[in-house]
DNA sequence: ATGAAAGCGCTAACAG
DNA sequence: CTGTTAGCGCTTTCAT
């Protein structure tokens, strides 16, 4: 294992001392502001100096310090994205959303995943604020706590006061005096549609599955549901409604134990398509036959509801398009002058049914 | 839109000036040390003045700038993390091991998809090295292309000059002369043992589909799919190999096609879960029954394979696991000492067969 | 077209 | 226990 530090550059494993803009400055034989500015192509440099100084560069495989650049003044280029869960599918195609737009902006993203955690939230919050984060658009669902929005609220202020963006993606507003930006889609409209949607084929028992209590995007889709039941004159029953977690476990789970010794109902309502895949496992393995017994809707439209067999009903949510939308709204609006960027818009995008084959009209009842 | 710097902080919109050091120190009547010292915890401070620091700072709603503080020396705690496409569950998986690991050692991730262009990889790994992360994560197979190769082992270098790691996760060595380190698990093993699986089940006319030519993931698998034949002394029949992109897409049409017009076979091997999932649902729309007329096999373990009906015969990878290696054998060895952490150490993972139900006995020869 | 020098905000010696 | 001070690497006026 002998290294012998052939190579410009050291012999690796430490941390040697880096070349700086002074060391090309010096083999270039100009000054540090020269090279700065063939770096930056902000400003006329003559070609032959351009030629040495980028030489030198790459002799002493010169790479700028960001850090040193961001405390110089320039904006670090970076947004920060916080999700409760990378591996899903909902967050995850918003996160890509963002990234493709921060991308094409020159923007590298920061992210993080806070696993349903409120606290590690805010705190992964305040991490992006020290790197000084153009935006940071934290995604989904936002739990329903006094203290939690107030401290949210805190946050978005220092943020904004130094320049940055608060983004909320799916998320309500925290109230026009806290300066966020916001990005919204449908819920209590998707879920009244869909459950208009049942309700049309005849299905007047319908459970609804998932969807953690306190959770916006949770409490939005049940009022969603609730109201499409009202407006058809239909009784809502407690016993139908199961709140719980987004997951395709507790999805799984309790549509066992109702299967066993629940309610009868004709419709299953998931909260989310994940739920519903874990409903769908749940209702194979106990012989009954979708959609001919039961129908079953779920929400989002994630691949999964594509994969399913029959594949699932369920609202199409323009995910991507809500990540893009999330940076271009903070960072649109924030560079360009003081162009009167509306500091508390909210941007509302739109959501639609997808019927494919999970629904049918309900049986005859008994 | 009158202003009127009421608020500590001011009242939203632009850039005003952040609180610093200086502002909190004066105000809490210490000097920067102090204040610096209140922060960091690393150093001994009267109860009273500590008390005066963290008010002071409260009421500036000071936030420390990560990068002054990096470029004051401290480490910035960051690593970055480039994969192909954020929404593929491979990706995701990986990726998630690496932000939780990092997470755990206080770091935040920089992430990056680079949609399959290694141009834009190196690109990327450029970004984070100006970013100075402490470490780059690389996931996935590379292209075997000189140049390519050439420039990151360049990359690897410098960063490894600097005191970083580049991280190969999944894919093959750049040499020992070449200082990376990398976690790697089995593809010509896990494709072997699954051909071999297949063979034993009696089917010897195997059709192999995707894996992108020149990826060195999809290479790997190949070579063992061919190994598992040759030992067995069964032919190797170049009509039943179909690289192509490890896509769902692919997967889907070339399987029509093939079902149109290909060459016998009673066997499908995918070269990953996505692929094998398109193939699956061609069959399905042919009414070809998997695994009574075709048996089908994949590669990852995705959720997808437990999703497809049958669930999918597949290799399984330990994918978090291999992330948050990822991290540690780049972090762990780095800051303890200079203890002799290998340069170019490679990790290498298990993986083992998963056996579901996509898989039956040949059926007669006809 | 290029150079000199003053910071950006923080940490880390080194003194008290 | 606390203050002073010298950078960290870069950008950016202001000169030349």
Redesign the pocket.
């Known amino acids: 294992m002998s290294r012998q530090g052939t190579t410009a550059g050291g012999a690796g494993g430490g941390a040697q001392?880096?070349?700086?803009?002074?060391?090309?400055?010096r083999l270039a034989?100009?000054?540090?502001?020269?090279?700065?500015?063939v770096?930056?192509r902000?400003?006329?440099?003559?070609a032959?100096?351009?030629e040495r100084v980028e030489s030198a560069m790459r002799e002493l495989g010169?790479?700028?310090?960001a850090?040193?650049?961001a405390?110089?003044?320039?904006s670090n280029r970076t947004v920060g994205i916080i999700v409760s869960e990378l591996v899903d599918p909902f967050y995850a195609y918003i996160a890509r959303g963002v990234e493709r737009e921060a991308s094409e902006g020159g923007r590298l993203c920061l992210i993080c995943c806070h696993q349903g955690d409120p606290q590690r939230e805010l705190a992964f919050i305040e991490l992006m604020h020290e790197r000084r984060a153009d935006a940071v658009v934290l995604v989904g669902g936002s739990v329903d706590d006094r203290a939690y929005k107030a401290e949210l609220a805190r946050r978005a202020r220092e943020l904004d006061a130094g320049g940055s963006k608060l983004v909320l993606c799916g998320r309500p507003s925290l109230g026009d005096d806290v300066p966020t930006v916001g990005v919204e889609y449908d819920n209590e409209g998707g879920a009244f549609a869909l459950t208009d949607h049942l309700i049309t084929q005849g299905h007047e028992r319908i459970l609804y599955l998932g969807g953690p209590p306190g959770l916006s995007t949770a409490h939005d889709r049940l009022v969603g549901h609730r109201r499409a039941l009202e407006l058809r004159g239909l009784p809502r029953d407690p016993q139908l409604e199961h709140p719980g977690p987004f997951s395709r476990t507790f999805g799984y789970r309790r549509m066992v134990e109702l299967l066993r010794d629940g309610p009868a109902f004709t419709a299953v309502f998931g909260a989310n398509d994940n739920v519903a895949a874990g409903a769908a496992q749940a209702l194979e393995e106990a012989g009954v036959r979708v959609p001919q017994d039961i129908s079953l809707v779920g929400y989002d439209d994630v691949p999964v509801a594509q994969e399913l067999r029959p594949r699932l009903t369920t609202v199409r949510i323009p995910l991507e398009e809500m990540g893009r939308q999330a940076v271009r709204v903070a960072i649109g609006g924030d560079d360009e002058d003081d162009w009167r960027a509306p500091t508390t818009g909210t941007l509302r995008l739109g959501t639609h049914i997808v019927v494919r084959d999970s629904v049918a009209r309900a049986p005859r009842r008994g």
Chains 1, 2 share one sequence.
């Open positions: 001392r880096r070349a700086t803009v002074v060391d090309v400055a034989g100009v000054s540090t502001a020269t090279v700065s500015r770096m930056n902000n400003y006329p440099v003559a032959a100096t351009r010169y790479v700028v310090n850090h040193a650049r405390l110089a003044g320039a």
